[in-house]
C-alpha cells in the first residue's frame, strides 16, 4: 500500500459500510435467485402501465432510501421478464447462466476495468486474450487466431464480415435461408447491396446445399460479379442444424472464398464429443462466432469473434486519434482490443469466461454441454411414443420441432396457453420449411428429464411408456 492520502467520504453518499451492507444484500438475492428459479415463472410480463407505475415518476432531486429502491428493481424489473437460466425456459436461445460467470462479471463491474488498450488495461487484455485461445484451442482453430470479444452474435457476426470485407474487398456472400435474420441485416448495414447477398433454400435437413452454392457461385463470376464469402451455420437458431462444414470449406479454398461459420448458437458444443462429430469442419473457417452468453453458462452479454487469418481485424479497425497517441506509442507490439472491433471503451468480458474455466475447468463445463444434447434427444423419445405427434427436425445440438398432426401454427399456439398461464415454462411455435412446429431448446444442464416430461404432458403430449 501507499501512503497517498486517500478520502473515502463519497461526495454521491453512499459510505463504504453501506456499499457492504448492501452488496451482501444483493449477494443473497443472487443466490436466492439460482436456488428457487424452477419455482418462479419462466417467463413473466408486465402491461407498460403497471410497470411505469411502480418504475416512473418524475426525476428524483434529492436521493432517496437505496434498499428501497434496489427492492423496486428485484421485485418489479428483475420479476418481469424472461429468465434464460430458468430450467423450462425452452424458448429462443436460453441463457443458463452460472456462479462463476457472475463472478467474473461482478468483479469487472466493481473495479470498473477497461479493456479497450495494452497500456490502459494489460491485466483484463490478457485474461480476454487467454480465455479467447481457451475456446481457440476447444474449436481446433490454428495457433495464431485472432479473436476479440462483443456484446453478442449479432455484432460478433457483423465484425468478422466487416474485417472479411476489408481484408477481400468487395464481393458476393452467399448464405443460406436457415441464416439467423441478424446476418442479412448485418450485411444490409455493412452497405452489401442486393446482388452482393445470396439467400439459398436450404434442403431438406435444413443445411446450405453445397451443389447450389457452387451453381450459384458460377452464376455470379459469368455474370461478372465477384464472390467474396460464404456464411455457414453451426448450429440453426431454428432447428440446430449444421451447414456441411468439411464441404463448404473445400468450395470456399478452392473458389477463394472467406468462409465465415456462425457458430454463436452452436459452437459450444465441440467441447464434447457428441458435438465434436457434428462440428467437423469448424476447424477449417476463416472466422467463427461463438456465444458463451449462449450454451458457455455466462451471464449476458458475451460473444467471442476468432479470426484464423492474423492482422486482419487490426487491418480493418487500428485507428488512432491524437488523444490516444500516447497510449499507443507507449504500446511494443502488445494488443490493443480497441482495434479488433468498432468499439472503443470496452468492458473486459473475458474476465467472466476466464474464472469459469478456471474454477470449473473444460470437463466439466463439456458435460454440462452434453447434457444440453442429451436432454433433446430424450424429448425426442418422448414425442415419438404419442403417434398423434410427430418429429418434425430429429434432435440436433440440443433443438428439437415437432408438430400435432394437422395442427396450423395458431393450433399449436392455442397450446402453449397451459404451459404459458403462470410462467410453467416457457416455449415457442415456430415454423420449419413452411411447417407449423413448437421447438424446444434444451441447453439448461439443470433442467431434468422430469423437466421435460412434465412440459410435453402440458401440451398434451402422451409420454408415458
Ligand atoms: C445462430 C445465431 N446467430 C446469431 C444470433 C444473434 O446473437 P445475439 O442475440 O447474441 O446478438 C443468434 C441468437 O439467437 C443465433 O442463434
Not at 394437422?406 to 415456430?430: F, K, N, Q, S, V
Amino acid at each position: 500500500m501507499t501512503d497517498w492520502p486517500t478520502d473515502s467520504a463519497d461526495p454521491l453518499g453512499l459510505d463504504a459500510a453501506q456499499m457492504r451492507e448492501l452488496g451482501y444484500w444483493v449477494v443473497d438475492r443472487v443466490i436466492e435467485h439460482f436456488e428457487t428459479i424452477a419455482a418462479q415463472p419462466a417467463i413473466r410480463t408486465g402491461t407498460p402501465a403497471e410497470l411505469r407505475a411502480a418504475l416512473g415518476g418524475p426525476v428524483p432531486r434529492s436521493g432517496g432510501d437505496a434498499l428501497e429502491a434496489m427492492r423496486t428493481l428485484v421485485d418489479v424489473a428483475l420479476a418481469h421478464m424472461q429468465h434464460g437460466d430458468h430450467p423450462r425456459n425452452f424458448a429462443r436461445v436460453p441463457s443458463p447462466s452460472s456462479y462463476a460467470g457472475v463472478l467474473g462479471d461482478w468483479l469487472a463491474t466493481g473495479f470498473n476495468a477497461i479493456d479497450a488498450s495494452w497500456t490502459g488495461g494489460s491485466g483484463p487484455a490478457t485474461v480476454e486474450l487467454v480465455a479467447l485461445d481457451w475456446v481457440r484451442e476447444l474449436l481446433g482453430l490454428p495457433e495464431g487466431t485472432e479473436g476479440v470479444t462483443t456484446s453478442g452474435g449479432s455484432l460478433a457476426n457483423l465484425t468478422a464480415l466487416a474485417a472479411a470485407r476489408a481484408a477481400e474487398g468487395p464481393g458476393v456472400c452467399y448464405l443460406s435461408d436457415q441464416t439467423h435474420a441478424s446476418i442479412p441485416r448485418g450485411l444490409t448495414a455493412l452497405g452489401f447491396v442486393a446482388d452482393q447477398v445470396r439467400v439459398l433454400p436450404a434442403d431438406g435437413d435444413m443445411r446450405l446445399p453445397v451443389a447450389a452454392l457452387a451453381a450459384a457461385v458460377a452464376d455470379d463470376r459469368a455474370a461478372g460479379r465477384r464472390p467474396g464469402f460464404v456464411v455457414a451455420n453451426a448450429g440453426t437458431t431454428n432447428t440446430g442444424a449444421v451447414d456441411p462444414l468439411v464441404e463448404l470449406a473445400a468450395l470456399a479454398r478452392r473458389e477463394g472464398l472467406w468462409l465465415h461459420v456462425d457458430g454463436a448458437y452452436g459452437a459450444s458444443a465441440a467441447l464434447c464429443e457428441a458435438g465434436r462429430r457434428v462440428l467437423s469442419g469448424l476447424e477449417l473457417a476463416d472466422s467463427v462466432v461463438l456465444d458463451p452468453h449462449k450454451w458457455l453458462f455466462q451471464p449476458y452479454d458475451l460473444a467471442c469473434l476468432l479470426v484464423a487469418r492474423p492482422g486482419v481485424l487490426k487491418g480493418a479497425f487500428h485507428m488512432v486519434p491524437d488523444y490516444l497517441a500516447d497510449i499507443t506509442a507507449a504500446n511494443d507490439g502488445e494488443v490493443d482490443f480497441r482495434d479488433r472491433s468498432l468499439e472503443l471503451t470496452r468492458r473486459p468480458r473475458g474476465l467472466k469466461l476466464w474464472l469459469s474455466f478456471r474454477v470449473y475447468g473444460v470437463d466439466r463445463l463439456a458435460s454440462a454441454v452434453a447434457r444440453g444434447i442429451a436432454l433433446a434427444e430424450h424429448a425426442q423419445r418422448l414425442i415419438e411414443r404419442d403417434e398423434d405427434w410427430q418429429v418434425v427436425t430429429p434432435a440436433q445440438l440440443g433443438i428439437v420441432t415437432f408438430a400435432r398432426h394437422g395442427a396450423d401454427r395458431r393450433e399449436h399456439h392455442a397450446m402453449l396457453a397451459g404451459i404459458d398461464e403462470g410462467g410453467y415454462a416457457h416455449i415457442t411455435t415456430t415454423s420449419v420449411g413452411g411447417y407449423a412446429a413448437l421447438r424446444l431448446c434444451t441447453i439448461n444442464p439443470r433442467t431434468t428429464e422430469c423437466d421435460i416430461a412434465s412440459t410435453l404432458e402440458r401440451l398434451g403430449i402422451r409420454v408415458e411408456a
